[in-house]
């Protein structure tokens, strides 16, 4: 049987006697975009800096398109939470800095025709002069995001790329990304808070129990189909019922995995492994099987809200 283009393999990470977590399996395909949730300190942030090759797990390898990965690489694209531009550097010149290191014998025109091909891409064409401190925290973030995609990396890594904007600059520069991977089709592994976020963008989101000792317990299928519209994905037949099983893994169940597994109960510490979604129903939520009347007793969005805001308080 083939491994998964990206393969998280028994990963571990544990400070002195504190295990932040542990058998961490996690198989990623080529081209996939997959979330990760689970509330803070449970190592999400972790997990993504072993991927990056920025930390080194205490147990278990990441081996990806048949290498284990060892240390930083141009084939592994970051794009954390708080912009990491160069201040010195013109926008153009942010992005084309990583084209030129990935590319090193393309001339200065192939470089800057590759750089502003993607910062068109994220609609900053007339601010290719502009400093950083020129920009807004919005701007920041799509140059950050460009330049990411136009080193085109094998696996793009994303920080909650998206937390320190205002809502209305999240969802335009959501819509960005997901186009730019539409056209790309790269592999994208993406650590996100919000939940609505998660099904927008993922194919697939992993949940992960609360830490210290936290695994990854669940990876739920988002089967709405592609191209996915903000305005419409509500109107999905399966959109409550998928954002429902979040939401409850979220509020409850990620805590009673937690506390089963550290009350030594073998049976909790079997659920708390990364599952295939396709032998458990109620993982693998498919919209296309399910009829109006699979909806009743649903929260109605109002509802929603509330829980939604409970969520964002815990996490």
């Not at 920080?159 to 600059?169: H, I, R, V």
């Not at 959109?239 to 429902?244: G, K, L, M």
Request: hydrophobic share 40%; aromatic share 6%; with cysteine.
């Amino acid at each position: 049987m083939n491994k998964p283009f990206v393969s998280l393999e028994k990963l571990k990470k544990q400070y002195g006697d504190v295990v932040v977590f542990d058998d961490v399996n996690i198989g990623i395909e080529k081209g996939e975009f997959v979330c990760i949730i689970g509330h803070s300190g449970c190592g999400k942030s972790t997990i993504l800096n072993v991927l990056a090759g920025l930390d080194e797990p205490s147990d278990g390898a990441v081996i990806m398109d048949g290498a284990e990965v060892a240390g930083p690489s141009l084939d592994r694209g970051v794009v954390f939470q708080h912009y990491s531009l160069l201040p010195w550097l013109t926008t153009l010149q942010n992005v084309s800095f990583g084209v030129r290191a990935r590319n090193p014998g393309w001339s200065k025109h192939q470089i800057d025709e590759h750089s502003k091909h993607y910062l068109d891409m994220v609609g900053l064409t007339a601010a290719l002069n502009k400093k950083p401190s020129e920009l807004s925290g919005g701007m920041r973030q799509r140059v950050s995001i460009a330049r990411a995609f136009a080193t085109s990396p094998k696996l793009l890594l994303l920080d909650e790329p998206f937390g320190a904007l205002d809502a209305l600059t999240r969802g335009v520069i959501q819509d960005e990304l997901i186009k730019i991977w539409g056209e790309t089709q790269q592999t994208v592994f993406m650590i996100t808070h919000d939940v609505d976020e998660a099904i927008f963008l993922a194919d697939r989101v992993l949940l992960m129990t609360n830490g210290p000792d936290a695994r990854v317990a669940e990876s739920v299928k988002i089967n709405i189909p592609r191209p996915r519209n903000r305005a419409n994905i509500i109107e999905d037949s399966g959109y409550y019922q998928i954002r429902n099983h979040l939401v409850n893994f979220l509020v409850s169940r990620s805590g009673e995995l937690s506390a089963s597994a550290a009350a030594g109960s073998q049976a909790a510490r079997q659920t708390t492994v990364d599952v295939d979604p396709t032998q458990i129903d109620c993982i693998q939520i498919d919209p296309a099987q399910m009829t109006t009347d699979s909806l009743a007793g649903q929260e109605p969005p109002a509802a929603e809200s509330a829980i939604d805001s409970t969520v964002k308080a815990v996490v």
